[in-house]
């Protein structure tokens, strides 16, 4: 029967999640942070939509500086939306944005390590414990001005950002992610810090639930009840990405964990909170009717059976009930049932959900990034290219159907999410983006008007 688990209540700002509170719902934008103006509008357009939290990229000093400018633009509109900083690489940009924002996310994976490098794989006893003291040094501080500014923080693990300190101990598998994430928490605990939200991310469903679900175990054992933030990164967009961002999140939040999530999807910020909102309601729909998110399991296959007629409904929550199924390996097969729509649709529905839960693969995956303030070029219209290109070629060559593509805006996660992709295109700068083949670089720094032929040139050779 369905039960939530019961986490510590963060405050937010105005905005308090995890205890008794409803499940939240967030997005960022894809805006430059020193475009004041357009920031400002885009998150008024994400909090029209529903969303309750808005999270802005601060690569830089500046950055984190004009979150004040945004936030004063915010409130003149009459909103006090709780704001978000992002931090990547740069600690001292997360002790100047705790000052201004409600919250600020850090990643452990470049916190104070260096960022996944692939070079240095081997760290003796005494070159780790170093590296676990300058974590302490330099955290410690921050958390300090996060009390005195009442500013909670989210420590934000990726799959594709772990550092290769962690990397030499655990390699890029769950309990990796996990132990980057408890070094940081178990500081937090130590210094009497609580307002904490922890979220462990992967573009892959598989590898994300498995995480969350032994972080859980973990933060049990050593008695921590922080509040989870939820989400697949790298998701994709269109039916896709809704699909997948459902198998993953819904997995967890039939099973009761969950405080806020996040569906990210190469769109447009505010597109992503219907979504979510819809994943939220059905799992509340569910607890309500205390009803278990499971239907028949025969020989190998599961049969559902819905009534929606809304298409976007349906996909949803037939990604939702049966995405833990196949992300456990239950089951190998699916069946829809729905009378409002033919055998077709609904194969290929069933097609694209065991495709999101790494059962069957049936198509070109393409594993591309929601886009932020480090995303310097076109990013929807970049994945429309190679996915038509990519489509175009598919008809007379059926290996590309079998092929998975990442497409990602900068280097943060780039090279480490796309670690499962079999080529890769990924922001370098202004006007240049590099060119991966699994996680070796071939090309960099390639003019951006002609990245995506080159790509696709390089393909066709070597595929």
């Given at each position: 029967?369905?039960?939530?688990?019961?986490?510590?209540?963060?405050?937010?700002?105005?905005?308090?999640?995890?205890?008794?509170?409803?499940?939240?719902?967030?997005?960022?934008?894809?805006?430059?942070?020193?475009?004041?103006?357009?920031?400002?509008?885009?998150?008024?357009?994400?909090?029209?939509?529903?969303?309750?939290?808005?999270?802005?990229?601060?690569?830089?000093?500046?950055?984190?500086?004009?979150?004040?400018?945004?936030?004063?633009?915010?409130?003149?509109?009459?909103?006090?939306?709780?704001?978000?900083?992002?931090?990547?690489?740069?600690?001292?940009?997360?002790?100047?944005?705790?000052?201004?924002?409600?919250?600020?996310?850090?990643?452990?994976?470049?916190?104070?390590?260096?960022?996944?490098?692939?070079?240095?794989?081997?760290?003796?006893?005494?070159?780790?414990a170093d590296e676990i003291?300058?974590?302490?040094?330099?955290?410690?501080?921050?958390?300090?001005?996060?009390?005195?500014?009442?500013?909670?923080?989210?420590?934000?693990?990726?799959?594709?950002?772990?550092?290769?300190?962690?990397?030499?101990?655990?390699?890029?598998?769950?309990?990796?992610?996990?132990?980057?994430?408890?070094?940081?928490?178990?500081?937090?605990?130590?210094?009497?810090?609580?307002?904490?939200?922890?979220?462990?991310?992967?573009?892959?469903?598989?590898?994300?639930?498995?995480?969350?679900?032994?972080?859980?175990?973990?933060?049990?054992?050593?008695?921590?009840?922080?509040?989870?933030?939820?989400?697949?990164?790298?998701?994709?967009?269109?039916?896709?990405?809704?699909?997948?961002?459902?198998?993953?999140?819904?997995?967890?939040?039939?099973?009761?964990?969950?405080?806020?999530?996040?569906?990210?999807?190469?769109?447009?910020?505010?597109?992503?909170?219907?979504?979510?909102?819809?994943?939220?309601?059905?799992?509340?729909?569910?607890?309500?009717?205390?009803?278990?998110?499971?239907?028949?399991?025969?020989?190998?296959?599961?049969?559902?059976?819905?009534?929606?007629?809304?298409?976007?409904?349906?996909?949803?929550?037939?990604?939702?009930?049966?995405?833990?199924?196949?992300?456990?390996?239950?089951?190998?097969?699916?069946?829809?049932?729905?009378?409002?729509?033919?055998?077709?649709?609904?194969?290929?529905?069933?097609?694209?959900?065991?495709?999101?839960?790494?059962?069957?693969?049936?198509k070109t995956e393409y594993?591309?990034?929601?886009?932020?303030?480090?995303?310097?070029?076109?990013?929807?219209?970049?994945?429309?290219?190679?996915?038509?290109?990519?489509?175009?070629?598919?008809?007379?060559?059926?290996?590309?159907?079998?092929?998975?593509?990442?497409?990602?805006?900068c280097i943060v996660n780039?090279?480490?999410?796309?670690?499962?992709?079999?080529?890769?295109?990924?922001?370098?700068?202004?006007?240049?983006?590099?060119?991966?083949?699994?996680?070796?670089?071939?090309?960099?720094?390639?003019?951006?008007?002609?990245?995506?032929?080159?790509?696709?040139?390089?393909?066709?050779?070597?595929?």
């Amino acid at each position: 029967m369905y039960k939530r688990r019961i986490s510590t209540e963060v405050a937010v700002g105005n905005v308090k999640l995890g205890g008794t509170n409803p499940i939240r719902i967030q997005s960022m934008a894809n805006t430059s942070t020193m475009d004041t103006e357009g920031s400002v509008a885009q998150a008024l357009r994400i909090v029209k939509a529903g969303g309750e939290i808005v999270r802005f990229t601060t690569q830089g000093q500046r950055e984190a500086l004009n979150m004040k400018n945004i936030e004063d633009g915010l409130h003149a509109a009459g909103c006090n939306v709780p704001l978000v900083a992002d931090v990547h690489f740069n600690a001292a940009v997360a002790d100047t944005a705790a000052t201004i924002c409600e919250k600020v996310r850090v990643n452990p994976g470049n916190y104070v390590d260096p960022g996944r490098t692939f070079k240095k794989l081997e760290y003796t006893d005494e070159e780790y414990a170093d590296e676990i003291k300058k974590i302490d040094a330099r955290f410690i501080p921050f958390l300090n001005i996060c009390k005195e500014h009442h500013t909670a923080i989210r420590i934000g693990v990726n799959h594709g950002s772990l550092s290769d300190r962690i990397m030499s101990r655990y390699g890029d598998t769950p309990a990796g992610m996990v132990e980057s994430c408890m070094e940081f928490l178990r500081i937090c605990v130590r210094e009497d810090f609580k307002d904490v939200v922890i979220s462990i991310k992967a573009s892959n469903t598989v590898v994300m639930v498995t995480t969350v679900r032994l972080l859980v175990k973990e933060m049990e054992k050593e008695g921590m009840a922080f509040p989870l933030h939820l989400g697949v990164t790298e998701a994709g967009e269109g039916e896709d990405g809704r699909i997948k961002s459902a198998v993953g999140i819904g997995a967890l939040l039939c099973e009761g964990i969950g405080d806020t999530i996040r569906v990210s999807l190469s769109e447009a910020p505010e597109n992503e909170i219907p979504v979510a909102r819809k994943l939220v309601d059905f799992i509340e729909e569910c607890a309500s009717k205390r009803v278990e998110c499971i239907e028949n399991i025969k020989d190998d296959t599961v049969t559902v059976t819905f009534d929606d007629d809304n298409w976007e409904d349906l996909q949803l929550k037939a990604s939702m009930t049966v995405g833990a199924i196949f992300i456990d390996q239950k089951a190998h097969k699916l069946i829809i049932q729905n009378a409002k729509f033919n055998v077709e649709e609904l194969t290929e529905l069933a097609d694209s959900i065991l495709q999101a839960a790494r059962i069957k693969f049936t198509k070109t995956e393409y594993i591309s990034c929601p886009g932020c303030g480090r995303t310097l070029y076109n990013l929807e219209e970049t994945i429309a290219r190679i996915k038509a290109a990519v489509s175009e070629r598919a008809k007379t060559d059926a290996r590309y159907k079998t092929l998975k593509i990442g497409i990602m805006g900068c280097i943060v996660n780039g090279p480490g999410e796309m670690a499962d992709a079999d080529y890769g295109y990924v922001g370098a700068g202004i006007g240049k983006i590099s060119l991966y083949k699994n996680k070796e670089c071939i090309e960099k720094n390639i003019p951006e008007a002609e990245a995506v032929e080159r790509l696709l040139e390089f393909i066709d050779k070597d595929i």
